[in-house]
Each structure stands twice: as C-alpha cells, then as structure tokens.
C-alpha cells in the first residue's frame, strides 16, 4: 500500500504584547507563580474583559504577512470546557468569524515551490499552566500558575497541503 501524508496544521503563536488579552496583567515570562493575575484574566464573578488594542494590532500583521484577507469584523466567543489550568471554565476564541482568513505561504524546498493554505488566523486567551515537578510532593500533588492565563495567542490553521 502506499500512502501519501497529508496533514493541516493548528500552530499557537504567543502575541508579544506587554499585557495579556482581556486585563493590565503582565506577560514577563519568570515571574513568580501566580504573581501577575487579576478577577479578569482569572474569571471571577463581575470581571469585565477589555480587549488589548496592541494583540489586535499584532494579529492583523501575522494576518497580512501570511497573505491573508483581514476582516472588518471578527467576533469572539467562549469556547466552554474542563481543564484544570483554565480558571474560568471556557476560553475566550474566535472561531465562526476570525479576523483573518484564506491566506497563502510559499516556499521552496529542493527547488520546488511549495504552498501552504492557510484556512484563518484567529485570536484566543491562553490557557495557566499545570506544574507536575519541582516541589517536594509533586509527586502526589499537581500545582497550578495561572500567570499565564490570558496571555493573547493566535491560533494560525492550514489545509491540508
């Protein structure tokens, strides 16, 4: 039999803003567990998200470089599911209408031109992060650092080219 792979990838990308998507939080990469969160990057109760004018504008770039079609309106949505590093139960996404779409990248290999589609960029909240070593009883116990909750990411999709 042959069988010829062909797979579309899903690759998030970290937005390098100053402050994560929705809050003032910090993004500073070290920093202690649990040291740069708020009510809104944590979804407590009457916490109201801001959108960063910065990851939008940063999105829209990755959009344009990737030869995409940048929408006027994109809308974004909880996408709801268990996760025990994922403080408010769903995660803030973009998927029925993304902020950019039908993009191309070509490269050569070999000296071959090769394309890859890409279907949509779009934007969403990052996940904490779950800490299964480094503490005297990991071994028994899982830790969570939720500085990484709302970091703004995007989600670049392909064909499967």
Do not use: W
């Not at 009457?46 to 006027?72: D, M």
């Not at 769903?90 to 029925?96: A, G, K, L």
């Not at 050569?108 to 279907?119: A, S």
């Amino acid at each position: 039999m042959n069988f010829e792979s062909v797979i579309g990838l899903e690759i998030h990308s970290q937005l390098c803003t100053e402050s994560k998507i929705f809050c003032g939080c910090s993004t500073v990469f070290g920093a202690a567990p649990n040291s740069q969160v708020c009510p809104v990057c944590l979804g407590l109760p009457g916490a109201l998200p801001v959108l960063n004018e910065k990851a939008v504008e940063y999105a829209v770039r990755a959009g344009l470089a990737l030869g995409c079609s940048i929408h006027a309106k994109s809308v974004f949505a909880r996408k709801n599911y268990f996760y025990p590093d994922l403080p408010k139960g769903y995660q803030i996404s973009q998927y029925e209408e993304p902020i950019a779409t039908n993009g191309l990248v070509e490269y050569v290999v070999d000296g071959l031109v090769r394309k890859v589609r890409i279907t949509r960029v779009h934007m969403e909240e990052d996940a904490g992060k779950s800490i299964h070593a480094g503490f005297p009883d990991s071994n028994q116990k899982t830790y969570v650092d939720f500085n990484r909750s709302g970091v703004p990411l995007i989600e670049i999709v392909t064909e499967p080219d």
